[in-house]
């Protein structure tokens, strides 16, 4: 259902999802926005959080071996980009990894649609900023919040106004004039294996796997043993130990590794789960120390190769 | 949940870390304010800080009795440290005991131990910078007057042209690296001096792969051309510097049609690299070990002062010299006077000047020259040392000829070590101490662009592990009657009478960006672009230097030249890296880079494990054939315990430095 507040009703509400969960929110520190406990949502940062909060639902390392009883956790002021994050990954982890979907189940996303489009940032490609799948979406609007609520949510704006939703609607047109997506329809069968851009990349790529880091939709790790526990910790298919057989990487070459995450993204999980792996959150290119340039995947024109 | 901002505890660059804690979780992230990375890390960073939660960490003080070690109280520890050398001191007097400090250890901890040993009366005291950068700050200061980077990171972007000798920077300080990456692309000239095929070598607009250690032949041979080319800076040679005669005669000799036979460059290679550098300006000069270690390290940096001195490179933002630091602290560790010829400041111990220390520290200060690294384990061989204290370093991986560390070692009557974990060194102690590591202390560590930079604690210590400035400062109230420090802050405000170039930054100001020095009434924002308008000499020299072959060649029976030096995954003796367990994964073992041309000729298949073989000793390791190192070369990492390729290295050393030659050795490999 569609609602809209005032600032002490969002507070109320607030009030009341606390009660059943811990709440966790954007908060800046700095100058640089994280994740950190909150007790109000005055304390919450409407900016973009510095880092897509991946580790609410995989964490950066953690023993496999047990699988705690995880704490509910509400997390306001994702942004969009990064909660569209967890429903791509959905389609690939959910019930298949129980870490993931123990903390999935007992986490509710709040997500704050961004009021202006950011530097850099496509998500208007990949369907948002206003998305169809979520907990609970907000919208400011000056003192007004308008909300829409899952079903499974919606018992925590129950006595609040009701709203038709077209500010969501109207703003999403709007936003989509001021950040046009971009075309990305058939990129799948459009990109090509032999292009010259994996080489120019890999000239430049230093391996450090920020790309994946900071990706919202990535979600590969590596498992070792560590005494008696068995770790898995976030991984970057960038690395040359990633998937490593007893014949090494089958993908010997930076290029081939780089070309890799970009087909994983475009090609292989498009065909197979008929969505892109990519949010249009620019992560990746704001933290590349050497300016590769994931919308250039993208907007290449491979025809002439 | 907690979000500390710190520094990354690897290379010098000094990134600017946000890590955000939950447990042992720990998540990393770049801080996007901060000038030296806005944000970017390498692989080290984002992967590399687990080695804090290993379970290998040191988490009581020890004391090795009877060939065991025995967990003991912190009291015990100290007490009998302390007993200890004191009565050595006693019996023998103060330069029969010796301190090694630590670069990746913070300014106040540094400054505390170089304070402890001078006050108990020897210059004895040490560190890593000895093997890395100790040619810079000697070099750098008898040409400019002041051993450290001219400009800043940031104004690097500013440059024309760079030029690259001696560091493989995408790999060694990555965010660097990528930064000279960016501006290539975007069509900034690239002149790359390495031996080896490094990632930026391959993108360079000329890569002179020359012969290791004949960089002076090299750079006056480049010189040579711009003179008779006369592109040579006049105005900057006549306004602001000496000596500009006397050097031009030392440099006749080296016409690139001379010197092709020394370095192996074509004489138009070199000429075209040479007019790049004088005539694309501002060109900005980066160098690292390739350039210091070597028995040459100080001439060579000279060398390439003198280079920046003739065409004016020096001043401007974009120009500039920048000396590569290795380690989180190197610049900040010398500052603080942890070497054995400087007091803090870089007042030499014979000077005058050290009056401004025994009046801050109330104390009459031994005025000799103490032991550099190099010469404390010769000493104790010999039995003129009969203690050691180390702080953080683990030189029976890190030191050259390490074999006679070993045999050295053994001739101790005491040896402490003070560490995080219990490597090949601390293993050989008689009393153990365990440390914090920098992401559980305060302090402040000052990156390789002179930033001060504050560290905040992210996590608490395991076990008993204690700040290494509270160990110091608890044996420093034992045996050298200071009163004893509250805080690192305490410390600090300290340095700050003790070096001018301090003053001005205090905790807070530093805070959250760190300030560049020097920092002062003159400067109170810090400095970024050193020698603006004068040089700390005056007027900075050239001087002349002339080359002259390494330590080692090549001969019928030791036919390849091996260099060795670190690779992208891991850092110094690998105590920390190779305890982060996706950047051991990515490089788990030692092995040899050979091209592919000797490899057929000695019937070597790549991962095949083979024989290195130097004058000075044999390790086993694996071969890794390669494009990346030419014909007649070899490179080995220097990370691995369980192949320690410093058995292979001599011990000749640069007379000036003391920096051993760890650039140039004579080998043979074999199946």
Redesign the interface.
Known sequence: MNYILSKEEMERVFAAISVDFES?GAVE????V????VHSLAEVSENRS??APK?FLI????NVLYLEEQQRKAVFGIKSCDLKGFYLMDKQVLNRDPFYTERRNKTLFVNFVCNAPCEGGFCSSFGGPVLDEFDIQVLREGNNYHVMASDKYDKYFSGYRNDDGSYFSDFNRKFNTEMPPLEVDGLENRIKWNSPIWKEFA??C?????CN?SCPTCYCF?L?D??DER?R????CI???FT?SSAGNIRSGLDERLRQRFYHKFVYFKKSKDEFLCTGCNRCV??????IDIKEVITHDYSLE | MVSVLTVCPYCGTGCQIVVNDEGTEERVIGYSRSPVNEGKLCIKGYSGLSYNFSRDRLKYPMINRDGEFVRVSWKEALDETADRLLEIINEYGPDSIAFQASAKCTNEENYLMQKIARLVGTNNVDHCARSCHSPTALGLITTLGAGAATGSIESLAAARTYFVIGSNTTEQHPIIGTKLVTERKKGKNLVVADPRKTQLAELATIHLQFNPGTDIALLNSMMYVILEEHLEDEKFISDRTEGFQEFRKAIDKHSPEITEGITGIRPEELRRAARLIARDRPTSILYAMGITQHIHGTENVMSVSNLALLTGNIGVRGSGIFPLRGQNNVQGSSDMGVLSEWYPGYVPVDSPKVERFEKLWNKRLPRNKGLALSEMFDAAAEGRVKAIYVMGENPLVTEASVSDVETAIHNLKLFVVQDIFMTLTAGEADIVLPASTSLEKEGTFTNTERRIQKVNPVYPSPGEAKPDWWILNEIGKRISGIKGYESPRDIFEEIRQAIPGYAGATYDNIYPIGKQWPINEENPAGTEILHTKTFPLGRAKFVPVVYAPPAESVDEKYDMIMTTGRNYFHYHSGTMSRRADILERESPEPYVEINAVDAKRLGIRNSQAVTVESRHGTIRTKARITEKVPPGIVFVPFHYDESRVNRLVGKQVDKLSKIPEFKVVAVRVFA
Not at chain 1, 286 to 291: Q, R, S, T
């Open positions: 966790y520190k700095e100058g640089e994280v994740f950190d406990r510095r880092y580790e964490r950066r390392n953690e000239s430049r230093i391996s450090c796997g920020a880091y590596d070792y560590d005494g770790k910790e976030w991984d970057s690395l040359s130990g490593s704001e933290d590349c120390p050497v300016g």
